[in-house]
Nanobody
Framework: QVHLVQSGGDSVQTGGSLRLSCKVSEYTYSAVCMAWFRQAPGKEREGVASIDNDGHTTSSDSLQGRFSTFQDNAKRTLYLQMNSLKAEDTATYYC??????????????????????WGQGTQVTVSS
């Protein structure tokens, strides 16, 4: 069993920046892949950014490079750096983890269906 504990959600003004954290408990898997998702009220959960076992990252094209993810392996923590925030970024943000075994990557890293373990979610509110 793996536990993900999130922190960093806040209310910020348009144009501001915010960093979310996702602390991962110890695990015995040989390879893991992780990602960030968000869900706004009345909308489906959407993939924001992902990172595979080798540290390769992907992010949603719709974000136009404003968000990025990185990890600190020593701290077992994944981060989501969000810049130039807009009102439409307001949502509950989730981190997720999936053991990704032999290849160290997932077929659809920004698909929620790929992930077994989830953080508790943290609210980000962007207002003018």
């Amino acid at each position: 069993q793996v536990h993900l504990v999130q922190s960093g959600g806040d209310s910020v003004q348009t144009g501001g920046s915010l960093r979310l954290s996702c602390k991962v408990s110890e695990y015995t898997y040989s390879a893991v892949c992780m990602a960030w998702f968000r869900q706004a009220p009345g909308k489906e959960r959407e993939g924001v950014a992902s990172i595979d076992n080798d540290g390769h990252t992907t992010s949603s094209d719709s974000l136009q490079g404003r968000f990025s993810t990185f990890q600190d392996n020593a701290k077992r923590t994944l981060y989501l750096q969000m810049n130039s925030l807009k009102a439409e970024d307001t949502a509950t943000y989730y981190c997720a983890l999936e053991p990704c075994g032999l290849w160290g990557r997932l077929d659809s890293p920004l698909s929620a269906d790929e992930y077994e373990y989830w953080g508790q979610g943290t609210q980000v509110t962007v207002s003018s």
